[in-house]
């Protein structure tokens, strides 16, 4: 047995003790604790796989903001939880267990049927690669072969940002979003939102630069932008906008509505709604990429910021 | 030279494997939050190992990010776990 081959063992039989661990156990809060963790070395089996692209996702989103909803909701349900006492009863737990086991169960005759090899593009993609100028296999299903989809993924983004700014209440509608965060200004919470920020913001413009022809793209890119935001807001540095200002409600809409440009020009002047002219694919597809990653990251920063709590002018 | 540094990425993991320990026992939340931490250091080191020995360059970029992110599930921690972890004294 080949080192790799080991290797590959010990991670999934971690991973999986894990993962049963966080189902198993009673308390929310630690759960969320095991399931960051979990994301984080999902990533490692992601890359493992070769798919790195998925795994810098992970990384981003299981590992690092995906935590912060999980143990800020774990927390706020900690007080509840210990009043309420009565747990399930033994026949609906019972039921519960049949039901997850025969999902799973389900899911993995589902894998072991498929043919083997599985049916696949990617020879087609790959095939295809030049006609967008643009290296990265991913990006080029992302923003070209299935940019529909892409389109469509940031138009939910938006619908979930208007989802929780709903939550708001009459009162603190167009105000800013959560509390304001108050932080030793000399302490470390505060050294760290200033020295992180300016690598951070290099590395995910970095990352939306590099995504045209290796593993990244825009997504991974706002995510990394998001966090620098929202670790500045967390130190109390600077405060969230309120949700009334003009200018970030033109960045959220931004992506959308550049992608649907782009795509409307390709009904008038080409053959097809979202067909790129040739010549022109990757700088489109770059402006495209551009816009999307000002929108992700305001749209992930102001998702974990939450529904407007306080008056804008205060 | 790709011998030793398979050998390294087998320490890291069997480190991270305590990691794990501690965060199925516990006790504290702390204590779980911390080894947490443990296993997103350990899942740098084991990417950039990875990248070398397997010669995948952009697992770089994936340990790029985790270095970025890991710390803000502990920053939620602190944040959200101050006033109870003042009350209830440390652990």
């Known amino acids: ?314 | 030279m790709t011998e030793f540094l398979t050998g390294a990425v087998g320490l890291i993991l069997a480190i991270l494997a305590l990691g794990l320990v501690s965060i199925l026992r516990g006790p504290g939340d702390a204590d779980r939050m911390m080894a947490a931490q443990l296993i997103g250091t350990a899942g740098i080191a084991v990417l950039l190992l990875l990248g070398a020995v397997t010669g995948v360059p952009t697992a770089v970029d994936v340990a790029l990010i985790l270095a970025l992110l890991a710390t803000f599930a502990s920053i939620a921690f602190v944040k959200k776990g101050l006033s109870r972890l003042d009350t209830d004294g440390p652990g």
């Open chain 1, 1 to 314: 047995m080949s080192i790799a081959t080991l290797f590959e063992i010990v991670l999934a039989a971690v991973v999986l003790g894990l993962a049963i661990w966080t189902i198993t156990v009673s308390e929310t809060y630690s759960a969320a604790v095991g399931f960051v963790a979990y994301g984080l070395l999902v990533a490692l089996i992601w890359v493992r796989l070769d798919a790195v692209d998925v795994a810098m996702t992970e990384a981003a989103i299981g590992g690092g903001l995906g935590g912060i909803v999980l143990l800020g909701a774990a927390a706020r349900l900690r007080e509840s939880e210990a009043m309420t006492a009565e747990r399930p009863g033994r026949v609906v737990r019972l039921c519960a267990a049949a039901l997850s086991a025969s999902i799973a169960m389900v899911l993995a005759v589902a894998v072991l049927i498929l043919p083997d090899p599985a049916p696949t593009l990617a020879p087609t993609v790959i095939s295809n690669a030049g006609a967008t100028g643009l290296a990265n296999p991913v990006t080029n299903v992302l923003m070209a072969f299935r940019a529909m989809d892409t389109m469509l993924e940031k138009v939910v983004l938006m619908l979930a940002i208007v989802g929780v700014w709903s939550l708001a209440s009459d009162q603190a509608w167009g105000g800013r979003p959560g509390p304001r965060h108050e932080a030793d200004p000399n302490g470390v919470l505060a050294f760290l939102a200033r020295l992180t920020p300016p690598a951070g913001i290099v590395i995910g413009i970095y990352l939306l630069w590099t995504g045209a022809d290796h593993p990244g793209g825009a997504f991974q890119g706002g995510a990394v932008l998001a966090s620098m935001w929202l670790l500045v807001i967390m130190a109390g540095l600077a405060d969230t906008p309120p949700v009334s200002s003009r200018s970030l409600r033109l960045i959220l809409v931004a992506g959308p509505g550049v992608f649907l440009v782009v795509g409307l020009g390709g009904l008038c002047f080409g053959p097809a709604f979202l067909a790129y002219p040739v010549a022109f694919a990757k700088p489109l597809i770059l402006g495209i990429e551009v816009a999307m990653t000002l929108t992700i990251a305001a749209t992930l920063a102001l998702l974990l910021a939450g529904a407007p709590e306080r008056s804008a002018t205060r």
